[in-house]
C-alpha cells in the first residue's frame, strides 16, 4: 500500500495471456509497475508489461526469481509451480490469491470435495484412477452414461473434459486420473463472479448467462442481466458465490459457473480463482471491470461499485475453423459501424481453429438490441490465416 | 487499414503525456503497436508503448527520423516541428490530423481568423507585435479594460495567457507577439468534441460543463451531461463543432470550448484539433471513448457511438500547492471506496502545484451524486510531495 502511494509498486502476474493483457490495462490507470512471467516473447502481455520476463510457469527457478522481482504476486491462470510459490510466501513475499488456493484449483477432485465438505450444491462424483477404471466401472454397470469425466489435473478451456452420452462415446474417454460426474440436465448456465479483499469484504458481479459453442466446448456467448431465472435462484447464485469465496478464506476473485438443472436446482459446475471469460463484459457494462476488482481485491483495497452501467452481450473471437497461421481479420471495420460494438484483439499472432483471438462486447440500452447485434457481429468480424 | 487487419500496424505519437497515454489503452484492445516520440524517458507513455523514442518534438531530425519508423502519424500535442511533418508527408506518410492544421492550430491569431473568416462566433480581437504596443493601445485608449491577452504561439494548459480585469493587472502582461480580446462576460463555459473521418463521417459527443480553478486556470471539474443550457444551445454548440471540423477539412478530433456570455450568445473561445481534457470522463460515461473515437478516426473507421452510459464528472488531479518533488498521493484507498470512482494516475514521476497528475472519473445514475461525491473525492485524493 506504501508502494502504491508513491507509485513504485511492482505487481507481478503469472502468465502473459489475454486475461493478464486486460489486468495490465487496468494497472496502467495506477500506475502500477507490471511484471509478466511468461515463456513465449509474443504473448498477449509482452508489448504491454512495463518489464516481461521469459520464462515457464511450470518451472521452479523461473517462477521463484521472478516473484523476487516483484513487492506483490498475482496470476492469471492456475497451472503454476506451487512448490516455488509457497517458497516465496515463506520469505515474506504477497501473493493473493494464496498459492494453497491454486493448488487447491489446480486439481478438479480437491475442488469436488471442498464443494461436498462445505455443502455447496453440485452434482455427484466419482473417482478414478485411470481410463480403464471408468471402463470396467461401466462395464460392471456401477457407473451408468450419460456421464461428464473431468481429469484432474491439466484441464483449460474445453480441455480436459469428456461427456459420454452413448457408448459410442466411450472411445473418446480421457487417458489419465479423473473424476466422473452424473450429467447434469442442464436447463441452462450461469455465471457470477465475486471478489473478496484482506479485510474480508465481498462483493458480486450480477450473474450472466452463458451459452455455449457444443462443437468448440467454449462460451459462445453471454448476456448480462441474466435472463429467464428467478429472483430466488439469483440471490441463491450470489449467496453460494459469496459462500464458497468466504469457506475458502481467499483473497481475490473466484468465477464460478453455475448449472441450473431442468428442476431449478443451481449446481456449481467448476470455479477458478481469477478473473474470467465470462466477467470480459464488464470492462464496458459495469461500473467496476473484473480486472479493476481484481487488482482493488489484490491490494486490499475497498471493492468497487458492481452496478450495471449498460446491458452487454460478449461474444468470443475464436479462430475460424478450417484456418491456420498469422493471423488475418476478416470485416473489423463493419463490425465497428454497428452501433455499441467494443472490440478486444488479444494480440495473438497466430491463430487456429477455435483459439480464443478476442471478444467484443455489444451494449446497448435494450438488451433484446445487443443480442441481435451480436448474432450480426458474429458473422461479420471473422479470424482467419 | 491493411495492416490493422494483419496485426502489423506501426501507429506513431507524438508526445508521452497523458493523453498519449490514455489513447495506447486504447490501441492495445486493437493490437495496434504503438511508437511514442518523447524527450523525457521517464514521460507517461514511456513504460506502456511497443517503442519509446527519445527525441525532442521541437527537433526537425527527431521528427522525421520517427516518423520514418511507422505507417500512421498522431499526436497528443499541436506544438510540434511541422517542418519534418510536411517532409514526411511528402514523402507518403499519413499524418492525421494534417500537418496544415496542426500549423494552424500552432498560432492563436491564424485560429481566430479561421473563425472570423468561417462566420463562427468568438469575441472580437485585435493583433499586437509586443507587450508595448497592448501598452500604448491602453495609452491611446483604443484598447479599453477589461481585456484578455494570449500569446500567438506556446500557450498550453492556462499559459500563455494574461487576463487583465484593471489597470493593476497590465503588469502581469506577457512578453511576446500576442492577440486581445475583449473580455467576455462568462455565463458559462462549456465544451464539446468532434470527431470526422476521412469518409466525411462527422460525430460530436455530448457538451460538458466545464468549472474553473481560478488561481490555476485550469479546469477543475466538468459536469456531463451539461446543465442549465436550452436544448437549442446545446445543439447550436454542436453545429458549430460540426461546421468548423467541416470548415476545416481536418480528420481526427477536435475539441472545441465555448463560452456563453451573460445573454445567451455562444461564442467560440479556443479549440485544440486532439483529445483533450474535457473528455476524459468519456472513458467510463460514454459509449466510446475520445480516445477509441481517435482512433477510429485516424484510421478512418466506423465512428463510435457518443450515447451516454451514465452521468459523470470528472475532477482534475493537481499537484498541491506548497509541495514539489517525488510523486506521493494520499487518499487513494479512502476516494476508492466513494461508489462510482474511477481514478487515472498518469504515471508523472515529479509533481509540482498545479502540475495534472492525473483525474478522477465519478459516474452515477444521478448526477446529483455525481457532483457531490466529486467534492468529497477534491477533498480526499491529493497528490504531494
Known sequence: MEKI????????IIAGGQLGKMLIQEASKWDIITYVLDDAENCPCAGLANVFVKGSR??????????????????EIESINVEALFKLKEEGLKIVPDPS???????KEKQKEFYVKNNLPTSPFTSYKDKDEVLQAVEKKSLRLPFVQKLKTGGYDGRG????????DLKDLLEGECIVEEKVDIHKEIAVI??????????????????????????????CPVLDITEAQHK???????????????????????????????LVNESAPRTHNSGHHTIEGIVTSQFEQQLRAVLNLPLGSTQIKMPAVMVNLLGEPGFEGKVKY?????ALAI???????????????????????????????????????KNTLKVKA
Chains 1, 2 share one sequence.
Open 330 to 334: 476478416e470485416g473489423f471495420a463493419e
Open 161 to 168: 473434459v469428456s461427456v459420454i452420452n452413448t457408448e459410442a
Open 101 to 107: 488456493i491454486l493448488q487447491l484449483f489446480q486439481n
Open 194 to 223: 465475486v471478489a473478496r479483499n484482506e479485510s474480508g469484504e465481498v462483493k458480486t458481479f450480477p450473474a450472466v448467462d452463458m451459452v455455449f459453442d457444443p462443437k468448440a466446448n467454449l462460451v459462445k456467448h453471454l448476456v
Open 5 to 12: 502511494l508513491s507509485a513504485d509498486l511492482k505487481l507481478g
Open 58 to 75: 511450470f518451472d521452479f527457478d523461473a517462477v521463484y526469481n521472478f516473484g523476487k522481482k516483484v513487492d506483490i504476486l498475482t496470476f
Open 236 to 266: 441463491l447464485a450470489e449467496e453460494i458465490a459469496r459462500k464458497l469465496i468466504t469457506d475458502l478464506n481467499m483473497c481475490g476473485l473466484l468465477a464460478i459457473e453455475f448449472f441450473i438443472d431442468a428442476k431449478g436446482n443451481i
Open 339 to 377: 452501433e455499441g460494438v467494443n472490440i478486444h484483439l488479444y494480440g495473438k499472432k497466430t491463430m487456429k481453429p477455435f483459439r480464443k483471438m478476442g471478444h467484443i462486447t455489444i451494449i446497448d440500452k435494450e438488451l433484446d438490441n445487443a443480442v441481435k447485434k451480436s448474432e450480426i457481429v
